[in-house]
């Protein structure tokens, strides 16, 4: 029972990340594209400034809970996917070191080679994640000791490619939303094209996703309730935007990526690793679980920290609530949240 | 495999961990900084917390993208470790992830981008929540780690073999544990004093008139936090010595080279040869009875010599080697010790020094101090090397050992890809930290600092100026 619980946990952590953390990949890509000017990329970056690192905490807590709840389900995946994840790693080094020492020094080369590896890190990140994640549920060569026998390229299988890829492009249309919400022309205009004329890129990916998914493992196409989810938020996400509702297009498309993530791991269960070689040799959540008094003591501390977690993180949503600018005409360039001026 | 797998993990952790105590004792002194200004309100507070926090995040974002490493390492590397002590390991590291990094990377944002948005109780609370953060991260690392040194509060379970956790609260009553975490701590409060110590005195040295006047308040502040700092941290460590004794013996007496069985124990202070080969060593230095009074606290304590034990060990555990590398052991050992009897030395120093109002002026102690912030680091790796490699062949004590623990899926070309990789990047991210932490140490502390978030144009001037207000993006 409580195994099945500590399930929903990290399924919970990890599409909270995405819901989070993806529209931190979404500006960091976009960052170079919204903004022409070293202010406007600025003013971007600055943007998510105050979130990024509170974000990527997702990840971590999910990587560890799965450590602890799962450890089987951890070992496996973590060695499996070696090579994959030593990229996501340099990904994580280079974008999350881009944020702190971009702005520390004025030289123009140093904060372009800054923004290429946040560019690019932030590029690299859903695509390999969602990778792995599309491989837990498409099947890796694993045996019967739960030991992985394939090598690289058996990783890049094309249900965990286009995972990767429908992942990357629900991140930079999350990341366009929150922009849109945040910051002011021209970088909000220009985040509200990349919406409206690119839009219908994840719209047919997500789409795709979910009956790709459905045939993974069974004869039906249609998707269920928390795919069609996805699909309708994804949708709403472009529709909303151009009618300007920028606040409830952003709403959407946290959901469309979160639905999407969370539909991932609803059609996983009640596996944690599907073996291609072998039904038999699938990691599950009863055979990959640790024992009852560990997941007992793991649901008092995430009873305790998650309430808490969520409050002050939320509460940091609010403090930095108003739009990020960038200089006025006539005084100094200053940067830094400015006071709330059109649609909030 | 296994030893590539070791020498990459020990390769990430030292490198990490050079990291890491700056974190935990810069960003207690940086709360202490902002802590006096709120409460006496003098704009050179303020410039001096500003200052050393634009440090500390400099450091920060290294910190943190090694530590990713770490977690990523424990599955990719050691799975089948991970498999086996996930059970009672996995429990501390969720932990450190829900109680500890949620808290420090939260606040951080809040605090780097709050300085005008929040009220000024608040915003100090901010700093004060990342402190705390980094200090709980340590204690859940230390948990599992001890965990690692002396194993308590489990079951084996009869039908896998697994450990299974049994009582979580002996991991936090662990004796290995207790001393160790404290230990650590303090060893992070010397290394960020240490480290505000070097730049203030060299900015006292610079401009002991103008712009380096308010850095005697920071040299002040580190000494003050430096000297017990120090002295309990050795004091700790000594008491944890004797919890290893009892626990890790072999782990001690191969810090000893103590090859022999003795009673009482003399501390070998210094000598040539000793290796794992040499069971005769030279001794230039012995000072009778110190090593009784160090593993045993009693003058005629008994110190197991490593043959006995590794006899006893086998007997136990079936055919092996059982001692660790005496030669890396006892180096360590001593090369943490005597730089921190130096420090110690050079804090007491320090501390007349402040006592008379004379540190500003003292020629040798502001020539000296800039050079002293590369002891910590040296004693810190030397920390880590002593009780890590102390518990070789053992990756849980008793329980595995780490040829058993590597990761079967993994092959020899991947991990040298991956150690090729790490080495790579911590180098060019180490050298940018570096540029980086010498170009802002050295800045001159102006009056711009008192107006927060960041941006304010640059003077035109060829390329590297410095940024006025650099907290922000």
Same mark, same amino acid.
Request: with cysteine; aromatic share 12%.
């Given at each position: 029972?409580?195994?099945?619980? =500590?399930?929903?946990?990290?399924?919970?952590?990890?599409?909270?990340?995405?819901?989070?953390?993806?529209?931190?990949?979404? &500006?960091? &890509?976009?960052?170079?594209?919204?903004?022409?000017?070293?202010?406007?990329?600025?003013?971007?970056?600055?943007?998510?400034?105050?979130?990024?690192d509170g974000n990527e905490v997702w990840l971590i807590v999910a990587g560890a809970s799965m450590f602890a709840a799962f450890p089987a389900w951890y070992a496996t995946m973590f060695s499996s996917l070696y090579l994959a994840?030593?990229?996501?790693?340099?990904?994580?080094?280079?974008?999350?070191?881009?944020?702190?020492?971009?702005?520390?020094?004025?030289?123009?080369?140093?904060?372009?080679? =800054?923004? =290429?590896?946040?560019?690019?890190?932030?590029?690299?990140?859903?695509?390999?994640?969602?990778?792995?994640?599309?491989?837990?549920?498409?099947?890796?060569? +694993?045996?019967?000791?739960?030991?992985?026998?394939?090598?690289?390229?058996?990783?890049?299988?094309?249900?965990?490619?286009?995972?990767?890829?429908? !992942? !990357?492009? !629900?991140?930079?249309?999350?990341?366009?939303?929150?922009?849109?919400?945040?910051?002011?022309?021209?970088?909000?205009?220009?985040?509200?094209?990349?919406? !409206?004329?690119?839009?219908?890129?994840?719209?047919?990916?997500? +789409?795709?996703?979910?009956? =790709?998914?459905?045939?993974?493992?069974?004869?039906? &196409?249609?998707?269920d309730p928390v795919e069609s989810l996805a699909i309708v938020a994804v949708i709403a996400t472009v529709w909303l935007a151009a009618l300007g509702h920028e606040g409830a297009a952003f709403g959407a498309s946290s959901l469309a990526i979160g639905a999407t993530v969370a539909s991932l791991f609803i059609e996983l269960s009640p596996n944690v690793m599907v073996s291609s070689t072998s039904s038999a040799y699938n990691l599950t959540v009863s055979n990959a679980s640790s024992a009852h008094y560990a997941l007992v003591v793991m649901t008092v501390v995430a009873a305790l920290a998650l309430p808490v977690v969520l409050i002050y993180q939320g509460w940091s949503y609010y403090v930095f609530r108003s739009r990020v600018s960038g200089p006025r005409e006539t005084s100094e360039p200053k940067l830094g949240p400015a006071a709330s001026d059109g649609q909030g | 495999m296994v030893d590539l797998a070791r020498w990459q993990f020990a390769t990430t952790s030292i490198y990490h961990f050079l990291f890491v105590p700056v974190t935990i004792g810069l960003g207690f002194l940086v709360a202490l900084l902002q802590t006096a200004w709120y409460r006496n309100g003098r704009p050179e507070y303020l410039r001096l917390t500003r200052f050393f926090g634009t440090l500390l995040l400099i450091n920060v974002a290294i910190?943190?993208?090694?530590?990713?490493?770490?977690?990523?390492?424990?599955?990719?590397?050691?799975? #089948?470790?991970?498999?086996?002590?996930?059970?009672?390991?996995?429990?501390?590291?969720?932990?450190?992830?829900?109680?500890?990094?949620?808290?420090?990377?939260?606040? $951080?944002?809040?605090?780097?981008?709050?300085?005008e948005r929040l009220p000024r109780r608040v915003h100090l609370a901010c700093i004060w929540c990342v402190s705390i953060g980094a200090a709980l991260s340590a204690m859940f690392i230390m948990i599992a780690n001890s965990w690692m040194q002396h194993p308590v509060g489990y079951t084996i379970n009869h039908s896998t073999g697994q450990p299974q956790l049994s009582n979580v609260w002996d991991l936090f009553t662990n004796g290995t544990f207790i001393w160790g975490y404290v230990h650590v701590l303090l060893a992070s409060l010397v290394t960020g004093s240490l480290v505000m110590l070097?730049?203030? #005195?060299?900015?006292?040295?610079? *401009?002991?008139?103008?712009?380096?006047?308010?850095?005697?308040?920071?040299?002040?502040?580190?000494v003050i936090v430096l000297v017990p700092s120090i002295v309990l941290a050795m004091m700790v460590g000594s008491q944890l010595g004797v919890v290893e004794t009892k626990y890790q013996p072999m782990k001690i007496a191969a810090a000893e080279a103590q090859w022999e069985t003795c009673k009482p124990c003399?501390?070998?202070?210094?000598?040539?040869?000793?290796?794992?080969? *040499?069971? #005769?060593?030279?001794?230039?230095?012995? $000072?009778?009875?110190?090593?009784s009074l160090l593993a045993t606290g009693s003058w005629n304590g008994e110190v197991k010599g490593l043959s006995q034990l590794q006899g006893e060990y086998e007997k136990r555990y079936g055919p092996g080697n059982y001692v660790p590398d005496v030669f890396i052991q006892y180096w360590s050992m001593r090369v943490m010790a005597y730089l921190a009897s130096l420090i110690a030395l050079f804090a007491l120093w320090g501390a007349w020094l402040v006592h008379r109002d004379g540190l500003a002026r003292s020629r040798w102690f502001l020539r000296l101090a800039p050079w002293a912030v590369i002891t910590p680091f040296l004693m810190n790796t030397a920390g880590w090397l002593l009780t890590e490699n102390g518990r070789q062949p053992w990756i849980v004590q008793g329980l595995m050992k780490t040829v058993e623990g590597a990761s079967r899926s993994v092959s020899e070309t991947q991990v040298i890809i991956s150690l090729t990789v790490f080495v790579l990047v911590y180098l060019l991210l180490g050298a940018a930290d570096l540029a980086l932490m010498l170009r802002y140490g050295r800045r001159e502390l102006s009056g711009e600092d008192d107006h927060s978030s960041g941006g304010g144009e640059d003077s035109p001037s060829p390329g590297g100026h410095v940024p006025v207000a650099a907290l922000t993006y």
């Amino acid at each position: 029972m409580l195994h099945t619980v =500590w399930f929903v946990v990290v399924a919970f952590f990890w599409t909270g990340f995405f819901v989070l953390e993806g529209f931190d990949f979404g &500006v960091g &890509v976009l960052h170079m594209i919204v903004g022409r000017t070293d202010v406007e990329k600025r003013v971007a970056i600055n943007a998510i400034g105050p979130f990024w690192d509170g974000n990527e905490v997702w990840l971590i807590v999910a990587g560890a809970s799965m450590f602890a709840a799962f450890p089987a389900w951890y070992a496996t995946m973590f060695s499996s996917l070696y090579l994959a994840l030593l990229l996501v790693l340099v990904a994580l080094m280079a974008r999350g070191v881009s944020f702190e020492y971009r702005g520390k020094l004025t030289d123009s080369r140093w904060s372009a080679a =800054w923004s =290429w590896a946040l560019t690019v890190g932030s590029a690299l990140l859903p695509l390999l994640i969602g990778v792995a994640l599309g491989d837990l549920l498409v099947g890796l060569p +694993i045996n019967a000791q739960h030991t992985y026998t394939g090598n690289f390229l058996d990783l890049l299988t094309g249900y965990g490619l286009f995972t990767g890829a429908t !992942l !990357l492009a !629900l991140s930079v249309l999350h990341g366009a939303t929150f922009l849109v919400l945040k910051t002011t022309d021209p970088v909000r205009e220009r985040a509200r094209r990349i919406v !409206l004329r690119l839009g219908w890129i994840p719209v047919l990916m997500v +789409i795709w996703f979910s009956v =790709w998914t459905r045939l993974l493992h069974s004869d039906r &196409v249609v998707p269920d309730p928390v795919e069609s989810l996805a699909i309708v938020a994804v949708i709403a996400t472009v529709w909303l935007a151009a009618l300007g509702h920028e606040g409830a297009a952003f709403g959407a498309s946290s959901l469309a990526i979160g639905a999407t993530v969370a539909s991932l791991f609803i059609e996983l269960s009640p596996n944690v690793m599907v073996s291609s070689t072998s039904s038999a040799y699938n990691l599950t959540v009863s055979n990959a679980s640790s024992a009852h008094y560990a997941l007992v003591v793991m649901t008092v501390v995430a009873a305790l920290a998650l309430p808490v977690v969520l409050i002050y993180q939320g509460w940091s949503y609010y403090v930095f609530r108003s739009r990020v600018s960038g200089p006025r005409e006539t005084s100094e360039p200053k940067l830094g949240p400015a006071a709330s001026d059109g649609q909030g | 495999m296994v030893d590539l797998a070791r020498w990459q993990f020990a390769t990430t952790s030292i490198y990490h961990f050079l990291f890491v105590p700056v974190t935990i004792g810069l960003g207690f002194l940086v709360a202490l900084l902002q802590t006096a200004w709120y409460r006496n309100g003098r704009p050179e507070y303020l410039r001096l917390t500003r200052f050393f926090g634009t440090l500390l995040l400099i450091n920060v974002a290294i910190g943190v993208v090694t530590g990713l490493v770490q977690e990523f390492e424990f599955g990719m590397n050691w799975a #089948t470790w991970a498999r086996y002590v996930g059970d009672v390991f996995g429990g501390p590291l969720a932990m450190e992830g829900l109680f500890a990094f949620f808290l420090e990377s939260t606040f $951080i944002g809040l605090w780097v981008f709050g300085w005008e948005r929040l009220p000024r109780r608040v915003h100090l609370a901010c700093i004060w929540c990342v402190s705390i953060g980094a200090a709980l991260s340590a204690m859940f690392i230390m948990i599992a780690n001890s965990w690692m040194q002396h194993p308590v509060g489990y079951t084996i379970n009869h039908s896998t073999g697994q450990p299974q956790l049994s009582n979580v609260w002996d991991l936090f009553t662990n004796g290995t544990f207790i001393w160790g975490y404290v230990h650590v701590l303090l060893a992070s409060l010397v290394t960020g004093s240490l480290v505000m110590l070097a730049v203030s #005195t060299w900015q006292l040295r610079r *401009d002991p008139g103008g712009a380096g006047a308010p850095f005697r308040h920071s040299a002040r502040l580190s000494v003050i936090v430096l000297v017990p700092s120090i002295v309990l941290a050795m004091m700790v460590g000594s008491q944890l010595g004797v919890v290893e004794t009892k626990y890790q013996p072999m782990k001690i007496a191969a810090a000893e080279a103590q090859w022999e069985t003795c009673k009482p124990c003399s501390f070998s202070a210094f000598q040539i040869g000793g290796g794992s080969n *040499d069971h #005769t060593p030279s001794q230039i230095i012995e $000072i009778p009875h110190l090593l009784s009074l160090l593993a045993t606290g009693s003058w005629n304590g008994e110190v197991k010599g490593l043959s006995q034990l590794q006899g006893e060990y086998e007997k136990r555990y079936g055919p092996g080697n059982y001692v660790p590398d005496v030669f890396i052991q006892y180096w360590s050992m001593r090369v943490m010790a005597y730089l921190a009897s130096l420090i110690a030395l050079f804090a007491l120093w320090g501390a007349w020094l402040v006592h008379r109002d004379g540190l500003a002026r003292s020629r040798w102690f502001l020539r000296l101090a800039p050079w002293a912030v590369i002891t910590p680091f040296l004693m810190n790796t030397a920390g880590w090397l002593l009780t890590e490699n102390g518990r070789q062949p053992w990756i849980v004590q008793g329980l595995m050992k780490t040829v058993e623990g590597a990761s079967r899926s993994v092959s020899e070309t991947q991990v040298i890809i991956s150690l090729t990789v790490f080495v790579l990047v911590y180098l060019l991210l180490g050298a940018a930290d570096l540029a980086l932490m010498l170009r802002y140490g050295r800045r001159e502390l102006s009056g711009e600092d008192d107006h927060s978030s960041g941006g304010g144009e640059d003077s035109p001037s060829p390329g590297g100026h410095v940024p006025v207000a650099a907290l922000t993006y």
